[in-house]
């Protein structure tokens, strides 16, 4: 008995701190946010997380109202839902909320890629000299001459005569917009390694294509391998790809390419002038490859599908087209020069612009996370402040607080082309929830420091991705009446979403 006692009372006292550090005891404290730890202790709510992000945030956010603390995994997290107090959260200074720590860890995990605290500030300066104002018109110009390498390539050959052709819709769209994508940012093959400039343009359209179909491999194991939960044989596999791809995306081959984008060359000159072993270099390509192609393609599929889906909507955006074309003095006819579509031509498309938009409210659903570095209070738009623990994480889920929140956006589930455009055709940026403007009405890029340094160049990817469909082809799905797919419930959170399953459709050039 004497020494049965300790032996007990040991096992009560690691039994009592295993389930401290399980976070069974944590108590709401009174000027803290509704606490809901979930019925399974440490996992807490991870998995109706995991299964469906959006439907479970909507649930909790009716049970709890704009501001609660739920258990996942492990840590606490603390979603704000009123998107009239999300400045609160976006603007606060990262002594208090930093968005670096979750994001190391995950590119850690998905990438094998260590980040430097230099990262962030490189990234912004090369992205605002490349991806935007001036950066933009050579972007343009390189996505172009691509798009119609990969599009447009056998125009005026017999293979190019009006011939249907049968695609999936989402593989065509991706497809095309991921390889056009990578060409204009890691760069051309040379005339001169492959013989003649036609045999350089051939290897870029067959070696592209390679990439996009071990992309895709990739890409449809990427949720479960950022929730680390895949089962072996899927772990290998991700193992297999990601080392390919370090391979295929290597610094030493990507130099020696021409047309690489300053985006590209400047980020790694950078990172070998400052030490960074060339196999860690390998591994930040292929996280810029990520970030760059995994989401413009599936929302260019989703923007021609809700374009063919209401033929409203597309006669407008095919006016536009036809307009800005006209103005510009050209026109596509059989044997004439290939249009030349630049930065300016597609600052006069509102009408496009508000349809892009729409489409992004629709599908495109990023969890935005900070964690929390220090004690902190979180005022809410009502004027309540509430307590904030070190060691916690904040997030916004912005698809359900306010892309599809009926009183901003009537009819949420609809798509309106129009939604973003005034009467008098002008954009439309006043939307109010209980009487107030919002300044994060819809959030498809993320918000503050994070915001998407490829937006503006997203964007364009998606008007020259149309305007090309819209100038040179004829195009009808194969059964007209086929309902829009739902969406792919496993993505909540990464990005644009996708479909649980494609749509077939047909085309053929017009000239
Ligand atoms: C429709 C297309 C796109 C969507 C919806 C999108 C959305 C996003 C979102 C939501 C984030 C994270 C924001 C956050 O955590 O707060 C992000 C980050 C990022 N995006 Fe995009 N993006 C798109 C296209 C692009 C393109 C074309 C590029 C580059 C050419 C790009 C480069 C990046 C990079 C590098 C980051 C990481 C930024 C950082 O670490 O601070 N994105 N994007």
Redesign the pocket.
Request: net charge negative; aromatic share 10%; with cysteine.
């Given at each position: 008995m004497s020494l049965l006692l300790p032996i007990l009372l040991a096992l009560l006292a690691s039994v009592l701190g295993g389930l401290y550090m399980l976070g069974m005891f944590r108590k709401r404290k009174s000027n803290e946010p509704p606490i809901d730890k979930g019925t399974i202790p440490w996992l807490g709510y991870a998995l109706d997380f995991r299964k469906n992000t959006a439907a479970f945030l909507k649930r909790m956010q009716k049970k709890h109202g704009d501001i609660f603390t739920i258990q996942i995994a492990g840590y606490y997290f603390t979603f704000i839902t009123d998107p009239l107090s999300f400045g609160s959260i976006v603007k606060e200074s990262r002594t208090k909320l930093d968005?670096e720590q979750f994001?190391m860890e995950l590119v850690a995990r998905v990438f094998g890629y260590h980040t430097q605290t230099s990262d962030?500030k490189l990234?912004?300066k090369a992205?605002t000299k490349h991806?935007m104002g001036d950066g933009l018109v050579v972007m343009t110009q390189a996505m172009m001459e691509n798009l119609q390498n990969l599009m447009l390539h056998n125009i005026g050959s017999r293979d190019g005569e009006k011939k249907w052709q049968q695609d999936g819709l989402f593989h065509y769209s991706y497809n095309i917009v991921f390889r056009a994508?990578y060409l204009a940012?890691f760069g051309n093959e040379t005339a001169k390694n492959q013989g003649s400039l036609e045999k350089a343009k051939k290897f870029d359209r067959d070696h592209s294509d390679e990439l996009f179909g071990e992309f895709r491999k990739y890409d449809k194991l990427f949720p479960r391998l950022a929730y680390a939960v895949l089962p072996p044989k899927d772990k290998m596999e991700a193992e297999r790809l990601k080392r390919l791809f370090w391979n295929m995306l290597s610094v030493k081959r990507t130099l020696q390419k021409e047309n690489i984008s300053g985006?590209i060359t400047e980020q790694s000159q950078y990172k070998a002038e400052n030490g960074m072993p060339e196999y860690m270099q390998d591994r930040f390509m292929f996280l810029?490859l990520w970030?760059?192609?995994g989401?413009?393609g599936p929302?260019c599929f989703w923007l021609l599908l809700y374009l063919m889906k209401h033929p409203d909507a597309m006669e407008a955006v095919r006016g536009e087209v036809e307009k800005v074309l006209k103005e510009t003095g050209q026109q596509v006819k059989p044997g004439g020069p290939l249009i030349n579509l630049t930065r300016d031509m597609l600052l006069k498309t509102p009408i496009m612009d508000s349809a892009v938009e729409e489409t992004?409210r629709l599908t495109?659903a990023?969890v935005?996370?900070r964690a929390v570095k220090e004690d902190m209070n979180l005022k809410m738009s009502n004027g309540r402040e509430y307590a904030i623990r070190k060691g916690d994480r904040v997030a916004l889920f912005p698809y359900t607080a306010v892309q599809m929140d009926q009183e901003v956006h009537p009819e949420p589930e609809k798509f309106k082309y129009n939604r973003f455009l005034n009467e008098d055709g002008t954009k439309k940026t006043d939307f109010f929830k209980n009487g107030q403007r919002l300044k994060f009405f819809t959030m498809?890029?993320?918000?503050?420091?994070?915001?998407?340094?490829?937006?503006f160049?997203?964007t364009n990817?998606?008007k020259q991705f149309i305007f090309l469909m819209l100038s040179y082809f004829e195009f009808e799905l194969v059964n007209p009446k086929e309902e829009i797919p739902g969406i792919d419930q496993n993505r909540w959170g990464f990005?644009?979403m996708q479909p649980t399953h494609d749509i077939q459709f047909k085309y053929r050039l017009r000239y």
């Open positions: 968005f994001a962030h990234l912004e992205s991806l994508g940012l985006w810029l970030a760059s192609q989401n413009t929302a992004l495109a990023p935005l996370i498809p890029w993320g918000a503050g420091t994070t915001i998407c340094p490829g937006r160049f997203a990817e998606l990005g644009t």
